[in-house]
């Protein structure tokens, strides 16, 4: 007798069972009584229904790839031009996963695992360095701590004229650092122009470099300055990424500073998240107990995280500052520690992202797939999670702790800062006043970060924490939102109207020109096709110029759009 066994969903673990096979050998087998008989009889036919059922079951699921297995099969065998059989597999995961609707959901194929595997864990293979395309060139923001590239003699402002004897002109920042990018201990040489015009070539060892996501205010040589308010005792972290790392490097920051600070101001804007694991701890370093955030599945699965009283906590005022570009894990840490009584949330209302990803690697270099499981909950049960819908989503800023900026106060903050954040930055005491909110504001530009220090002093010299913005109602969030939205709207405009003036401008230059090169086309035709390849329209020429205005009357295609490195 043979009973096949079906684990539904998985051919690779069908198995067939020879139930004499598993019978030994010397085991005599006897009579059953007539109640055993039937028992066994009965059982028996509980094993053969329950088969047959996981059988069909099984049908099910594998029939719904005959179709994808037919078409597979008919186009590698008829398909008129050869064929990429791993992109066909590749493109057609991708539409699988791109019919859920959902941003999050994506996948991975193993061309870009590696990049995708050095975002999640913030480490790779390089010289180590910031860069950023200005005027076409490729150009070093900053090089990084303990990096090749600043061991190399990189320095901030240099022009990367070359890259392995190739010019960086016209190359975008990914193909730039793609070729900056390589296999440890190997060597790449670069050409650059230093601030003072001298050019210089450079060899760099790549190595693995570990991206820091622990930043102080300015730099300090290669260290970063952490103490805004010496009088006070305030310090300020910004945390670009939550990452394996990210908690303890933060513990060692704050225990840098001696004697210990008295506030903190964490600024967690523009960072868009990170690990689950790194943001419960780094929210659990401020708090003795309480929920930090809960998650649901569909199947309604819940679990929740809670912090955990220890020896290293910090037990001292915190402002968090958060913008519309914090997200995630971002998220669970401002909407943890504001709902548990243990900071102040200052800036404007986060992003928005409460999904919870699922990272599964394929079998056989099959890619990866980051796919939505569940969503987040803040302690409240407010869900962080943004639809198109939603009228709450998020982490909203405390009452009277809403500050907001528009996109270009951000972008020319971002510009002001910029300039204390490269290594051989010279402290000038005189000119910087970081301890000086007015100072912040105007020179700087950043009222956010002016307003947390003046709330933060307040606090600590008088025990009550300062309202320094606007009450965060769902009137005044929402009005935020709607302004961000129509500057967005009118960028957009902006560009659209570039582009018209532009194709504007081409078409006068064109009309003028011949389309063709002069050839005898005399009795030739031309032959419009629709998008099933069908003649729909065919012209007859009598000479180059008789094609021209057939041509400039005929629609253009849409171009695909294809997404920025």
């Known amino acids: 007798m043979r009973i096949e066994s079906t684990i539904v969903g998985n051919p690779r673990s069908r198995r067939l069972y020879d139930r004499s096979s598993i019978v030994p050998r010397n085991l005599q087998v006897r009579p059953l009584r007539p109640t055993l008989a039937l028992a066994a009889i009965a059982l028996l036919a509980v094993v053969l229904l329950q088969s047959a059922l996981a059988f069909r079951g099984a049908r099910g699921d594998y029939g719904w790839f005959d179709p994808v297995v037919e078409v597979r099969g008919l186009v590698l065998e008829r398909f008129v031009s050869p064929v990429d059989d791993a992109r066909m597999r590749d493109s057609a995961i991708a539409a699988m996963v791109e019919s859920l609707d959902d941003p999050y959901t994506v996948y991975v194929p193993p061309s870009d695992a590696a990049e995708f595997n050095k975002d999640m864990r913030g480490t790779y293979v390089g010289i180590g360095a910031e860069i950023d395309i200005v005027d076409g060139w490729l150009n070093i923001v900053s090089p990084l701590d303990d990096s090749p590239a600043l061991a190399a003699g990189v320095q901030a402002g240099d022009v990367v004229l070359s890259i392995e004897g190739e010019t960086t002109f016209g190359l975008t920042a990914s193909q730039c650092a793609d070729r900056l990018m390589g296999v440890a201990g190997s060597s790449v040489n670069i050409r650059v122009r230093h601030l003072d015009g001298i050019e210089q070539d450079l ?248 307003a947390a220090l003046e709330s933060m002093q307040h606090r600590l010299r008088t025990g009550e924490w300062l309202k320094v913005g606007d009450d965060s109602a769902p009137a005044t969030v929402a009005a935020d939102d709607l302004r961000n939205q129509r500057e967005f709207r009118r960028r957009l405009l902006r560009e659209l109207e570039a582009v018209d003036a532009r194709i504007g401008t081409l078409e006068g230059i064109a009309a003028e020109a011949p389309l063709l090169p002069e050839s005898d086309l005399t009795d030739g035709e031309v032959r419009v096709l629709d998008a099933d390849g069908k003649v729909i329209a065919t012209f007859k020429i009598t000479d180059a110029d008789s094609l021209a205005p057939i041509l400039r009357q005929a629609p253009l295609a849409p171009i695909p759009a294809v997404d920025a490195p």
Do not use: C
């Open 203 to 450: 060899a760099i060892v790549r190595q693995a470099i570990r991206a820091r996501t622990i930043k102080g205010f300015r730099r300090e040589g290669e260290s970063w300055d952490l103490l805004l308010d010496p009088d006070d005792r305030i310090a300020y972290v910004r945390i670009t990424q939550f990452t394996d790392d990210t908690v303890a490097d933060l513990r060692a920051a704050i225990a840098s500073i001696e004697p210990p600070p008295a506030g903190l101001i964490l600024d967690l804007r523009f960072n868009g998240g990170g690990t689950l694991q790194a943001a419960i701890e780094t929210a659990d370093l401020f708090l003795e107990k309480g929920t930090i955030v809960s998650i649901a599945s569909r199947q309604g699965i819940e679990r929740s995280w809670s912090g955990a009283d220890a020896a290293e906590d910090l037990d001292i005022p915190v402002v968090v500052l958060v913008n519309g570009a914090s997200a995630s894990a971002s998220e669970i840490v401002s909407g943890g520690l504001q709902e548990n009584g243990r900071a102040k949330v200052l800036g404007q209302r986060t992003f928005g992202k409460g999904s919870v990803q699922e990272v599964r690697e394929l079998p056989d270099d099959g890619g990866i797939l980051k796919i939505t499981t569940a969503h987040y909950a803040l302690p409240s049960g407010r869900s962080l999670h943004r639809t198109p819908t939603s009228e709450t989503w998020g982490v909203d800023p405390d009452p009277g702790f809403h500050v907001a900026m528009s996109d270009e106060e951000n972008r020319a903050m971002i510009t002001s800062r910029r300039q204390f954040e490269v290594i051989g930055h010279e402290v000038d005491e005189s000119a910087e006043r970081w301890d000086d909110a007015a100072w912040l504001r105007g020179t700087l530009g950043d009222p956010q970060l002016a």
